[in-house]
């Protein structure tokens, strides 16, 4: 499956439904990395581990810089930041399946040059856990 078609939606503390992000460029890698914990019994001849709390690692999302209106995500994406404000957030894939999760933003602009385009990263800090739905 290719990536193509991917969307991100949002929903504020205000909104009564999510929107589309649009622009979104590159999506993060999603799952859960478990941080393996040392159980080693002091008659054991060899290490012995169990897996820890998981961690989803920096989720962040590029997308392609717009700023016209109140509504363009990187203004939107800026003042939840301002306001340290928990979002709702949705990533579905192409094929249905969707990841759903609250979070805090962090904008950063990217830089530019000659023929490049501007970029602007989405970093996510988790306030959740990820819920997973499989396409029916």
Do not use: H
Request: aromatic residues 12%; contains cysteine.
């Amino acid at each position: 499956m290719l990536a193509n078609g991917t969307i991100l939606k949002y929903k504020t503390k205000s909104a009564d439904s999510y929107i589309e992000a649009s622009g979104l460029s590159e999506i993060p890698e999603m799952g859960s990395e478990e941080e393996k914990v040392d159980r080693t019994p002091l008659s054991a001849k060899n290490k012995k581990y169990e897996y820890g709390i998981g961690d989803y690692g920096d989720l962040e999302y590029k997308f392609i810089y717009e700023n016209t209106s109140a509504t363009s995500p990187y203004r939107v994406f800026r003042q939840a930041q301002a306001d340290k404000e928990v979002m709702e957030f949705q990533e579905v894939y192409p094929d249905g399946t969707t990841f759903a999760f609250s979070a805090m933003c962090n904008v950063k602009l990217g830089g530019g040059g000659v023929n490049g385009g501007i970029d602007f990263t989405l970093k996510l800090a988790l306030q959740s856990d990820i819920t997973i739905t499989d396409p029916s």
